[in-house]
T-cell receptor, first 110, second 115 residues
Framework: QKEVEQDPGPLSVPEGAIVSLNCTYS??????FMWYRQYSRKGPELLMY????GNKEDGRFTAQVDKSSKYISLFIRDSQPSDSATYLC??????????FGAGTRLTVKP | KAGVTQTPRYLIKTRGQQVTLSCSPI?????VSWYQQTPGQGLQFLFE???????NKGNFPGRFSGRQFSNSRSEMNVSTLELGDSALYLC??????????????FGAGTRLSVL
């Protein structure tokens, strides 16, 4: 079993839809949770960062962490074609050794 | 503030050759990590350097090596290239403050093709 599981998709939604992206993990030591967005042929770009449990909102993006269920989510409201990318979840414990999900490829159709 | 800079952006090599990739971190960042990204395996951690010392290492063969200079710039070397080394190699830098140390900022990557 991988430490971080993420459905690779692909996921296709119409413009304006609410998108839900999820990851599960097995290591209870993970404290830092991140979401990265990666456009084709580019490096990952940090989108959201959460420490421990709870919710964090930034514009159209909301990140949720449920440590009791070992489950994290990223919600995108009013999705736009420019949101089309691969979304990677990442997490780490107190050292700097991060673990990434496989990434979910999202397409938002106009 | 300039981001993480990786050079070159693209490389084509043949089997058996060696290659050196370069990474300049964000100014003030002291930790540099390297990752290999392939469609099949996703992002895999290679190693991390901090203050010119390798602090952490992933599960890759000894053909993959790296180093960090006093100005925090880092290089990664792959010797005796194999076809399976074709991938996007990403460098990420981070601060070493208590809360921020686990936030990594990535460069655009070097795409290596081994023929």
């Amino acid at each position: 079993q991988k430490e971080v599981e993420q459905d690779p998709g692909p996921l296709s939604v119409p413009e304006g839809a609410i998108v839900s992206l999820n990851c599960t993990y097995s290591n209870s030591a993970f404290q830092y949770f991140m979401w990265y967005r990666q456009y084709s042929r580019k490096g990952p770009e940090l989108l959201m960062y959460t420490y421990s449990s709870g919710n964090k909102e930034d514009g159209r993006f909301t990140a949720q962490v449920d440590k009791s269920s070992k489950y994290i989510s990223l919600f995108i409201r009013d999705s736009q074609p420019s949101d089309s990318a691969t979304y990677l979840c990442a997490m780490s414990a107190h050292n700097n050794d991060m673990r990434f999900g496989a990434g979910t490829r999202l397409t938002v159709k106009p | 503030k300039a981001g993480v800079t990786q050079t070159p952006r693209y490389l084509i090599k043949t089997r058996g050759q060696q290659v050196t990739l370069s990474c300049s971190p964000i100014s003030g960042h002291r930790s540099v990590s390297w990752y290999q990204q392939t469609p099949g395996q996703g992002l895999q951690f290679l190693f991390e350097y901090f203050s010119e010392t390798q602090r952490n290492k992933g599960n890759f063969p000894g053909r993959f090596s790296g180093r960090q200079f006093s100005n925090s710039r880092s290089e990664m070397n792959v010797s005796t290239l194999e076809l399976g080394d074709s991938a996007l190699y990403l460098c990420a830098s981070s601060l070493v403050s208590q809360l921020a140390k686990n936030i990594q900022y990535f460069g655009a990557g070097t795409r290596l093709s081994v023929l």
